[in-house]
């Protein structure tokens, strides 16, 4: 998950994305960073994020979006 956690962290490097945190309802991440954040994804995990699954409950936690990665069609790696 370090690939993942090193693009959210662009979007905003003054957190830690390590732990749990919850990132939309928790404020931290809003539709733009969403959007953003697809477009890494797809570049960096070669996928296509279809737009159904563009909702706030895929990208609450870094767990969720390495969810939706894997779902996806994208390889997590375990670390």
Same mark, same amino acid.
């Given at each position: 998950?370090?690939? $993942?956690?090193? +693009?959210?962290?662009?979007?905003?490097?003054?957190?830690?994305?390590?732990?749990? /945190? =919850? $990132?939309? !309802?928790?404020? *931290?991440? !809003?539709? $733009?960073?969403?959007?953003?954040?697809?477009?890494?994804?797809?570049?960096?995990?070669? *996928? #296509?994020?279809?737009?159904? /699954? +563009?909702?706030? &409950?895929?990208?609450?936690?870094?767990? !969720? *979006?390495?969810?939706? +990665?894997? =779902?996806?069609?994208? &390889? +997590? /790696?375990? #670390?």
């Amino acid at each position: 998950m370090k690939r $993942l956690r090193k +693009i959210i962290s662009s979007l905003h490097p003054e957190y830690d994305f390590t732990g749990e /945190e =919850r $990132l939309v !309802d928790g404020g *931290i991440l !809003d539709s $733009l960073d969403i959007v953003t954040l697809v477009t890494d994804i797809n570049e960096e995990y070669a *996928i #296509s994020v279809p737009a159904q /699954e +563009i909702c706030k &409950e895929n990208f609450d936690t870094v767990n !969720d *979006i390495a969810a939706l +990665i894997k =779902r996806c069609g994208g &390889e +997590i /790696e375990c #670390s």
